[in-house]
């Protein structure tokens, strides 16, 4: 670790395997997140996220092994929020690195309009269809496995071969549909919350399906999970401190800012972890919470930055850069990476708290490694807050509102 800067600004590097940490931090606060206890770090280990990482890959193997025996050339997901926001994040950043061999589709919504002109547009005979739902009884979901089965069955699509049900195996509505129908269903961990879910079977199936090796996404979660467990978690710890300090500063909107095309459904992924994560009320009513927005660099440096550099200084930024690309255009790259250094100087020169992930090769390793810290840092980030990380009282609320 080495620290250099200026009195205003410190910058400290942590440099692991798969990317290299380092801050610009100018917050006042220096309370510091205290280590991890055996006790606690014996907590980490139960987590449900972490027991995924280290579940034998066959127990998915000969489901995927049967679908990838047919062949198509479209794969549907339908899933709400953290059903299939892990998914396109990880699609998206494998299909750049050419591993892909399907047309991945997400439908993540309920827009009657959009869903006609895909069922419009999509050859349907050609597509293999994938339903996730944690609980199997949202109404989003009950709905369109309604309409999608309405369009299969006028296009006389076999659904005992062409569509795949991953859910909770208790009593729910896609449960009793797929008994019904006979539909092929994964059952998956019911401990595990949605948008903890990007590395488990939730998002490794349709991954696996589309053509990209989840087990290459896992291994890198799992090195890094172990590489941090010899370091006592210091380098997630570290950077849950970061945000807190800065959140005690006043600085409550938290940006997110990749400078690579293919990282951007990662910051969609990041808002959910961050606001369903954070954004708590307290049982003395106190309301509290870190805001996540996704920008995009070097595009937004054109719409955005002019606010988070002269407006209120209720911000930090978290840059992610990767240094090797392929297939890129050397030119283009290069000008990108300037970029983003001449954007971090100056919201030096603004004193704006950032953070930078610099990724040295965007490959199944790497993310599996950046979600797994993402991860772990709004767990310890909550933690210093007193909330609850795995919780969504509010998102629970408005389904109650909308069942009754």
């Given at each position: 670790m080495g620290i250099c800067g200026s009195k205003m600004v410190k910058k400290t590097f942590f440099d692991l395997k798969y990317w290299r940490l380092s801050y610009q931090n100018t917050s006042k606060n220096r309370s510091k997140l205290r280590s991890l206890s055996k006790s606690e770090i014996k907590e980490l280990d139960n987590l449900e996220l972490i027991k995924e990482l280290y579940k034998d890959p066959g127990l998915?193997?000969?489901?995927?092994?049967?679908?990838?025996?047919?062949?198509?050339?479209?794969?549907?997901?339908?899933?709400?929020?953290?059903?299939?926001?892990?998914?396109?994040?990880?699609?998206?950043?494998?299909?750049?690195?050419?591993?892909?061999?399907?047309?991945?589709?997400?439908?993540?919504?309920?827009?009657?309009?959009?869903?006609?002109?895909?069922?419009?547009?999509?050859?349907?005979?050609?597509?293999?269809?994938?339903?996730?739902?944690?609980?199997?009884?949202?109404?989003?979901?009950?709905?369109?496995?309604?309409?999608?089965?309405?369009?299969?069955?006028?296009?006389?699509?076999?659904?005992?071969?062409?569509?795949?049900?991953?859910?909770?195996?208790?009593?729910?509505?896609?449960?009793?549909?797929?008994?019904?129908?006979?539909?092929?269903?994964?059952?998956?961990?019911?401990?595990?919350?949605?948008?903890?879910?990007?590395?488990?079977?939730?998002?490794?199936?349709?991954?696996?399906?589309?053509?990209?090796?989840?087990?290459?996404?896992?291994?890198?979660?799992?090195?890094?999970?172990?590489?941090?467990?010899?370091?006592?978690?210091?380098?997630v710890i570290k950077l849950a401190n970061f945000y807190y300090n800065?959140?005690?500063?006043?600085?409550?909107?938290?940006?997110?800012?990749?400078?690579?095309?293919?990282?951007?459904?990662?910051?969609?992924?990041?808002?959910?972890?961050?606001?369903?994560?954070l954004g708590k009320q307290r049982q003395n009513k106190k309301n509290i919470g870190l805001t996540p927005i996704n920008y995009l660099g070097p595009r937004d440096q054109h719409s955005q930055m002019q606010l988070v550099l002269d407006g209120p200084k209720n911000k930090t930024i978290t840059f992610i850069t990767v240094r090797k690309s392929q297939e890129s255009n050397k030119r283009l790259e290069s000008l990108a990476l300037l970029e983003q250094a001449a954007t971090l100087e100056a919201t030096k020169e603004r004193k704006i708290p950032s953070v930078k992930f610099e990724i040295k090769k965007l490959d199944g390793p790497t993310l599996g490694s950046i979600f797994l810290v993402f991860q772990l840092t709004v767990i310890l980030l909550a933690r210093n807050l007193n909330i609850n990380p795995f919780n969504q009282p509010a998102v629970e609320l408005i389904k109650k509102r909308l069942e009754s």
């Open positions: 998915y193997k000969e489901s995927t092994d049967f679908i990838k025996k047919n062949r198509y050339s479209n794969l549907v997901v339908f899933g709400m929020g953290g059903s299939s926001l892990g998914t396109k994040a990880i699609f998206e950043a494998s299909n750049y690195s050419k591993k892909s061999k399907k047309n991945l589709h997400i439908v993540n919504n309920i827009d009657g309009e959009s869903f006609e002109k895909f069922f419009k547009e999509i050859k349907i005979k050609d597509s293999f269809l994938i339903f996730v739902s944690k609980s199997g009884d949202t109404i989003e979901i009950k709905n369109l496995v309604k309409e999608t089965f309405k369009k299969i069955s006028e296009k006389k699509v076999n659904h005992h071969k062409q569509v795949l049900f991953i859910t909770e195996s208790r009593e729910s509505f896609l449960h009793k549909f797929a008994r019904a129908k006979k539909v092929q269903t994964f059952y998956i961990n019911e401990n595990l919350g949605g948008r903890f879910s990007a590395l488990s079977p939730s998002s490794m199936i349709p991954c696996e399906l589309a053509g990209i090796n989840s087990q290459e996404i896992l291994i890198g979660a799992k090195d890094t999970y172990d590489k941090l467990k010899t370091l006592k978690f210091t380098p800065n959140y005690l500063d006043g600085r409550d909107i938290s940006v997110l800012m990749p400078y690579k095309d293919n990282l951007n459904s990662f910051g969609e992924w990041f808002m959910q972890l961050w606001g369903e994560s």
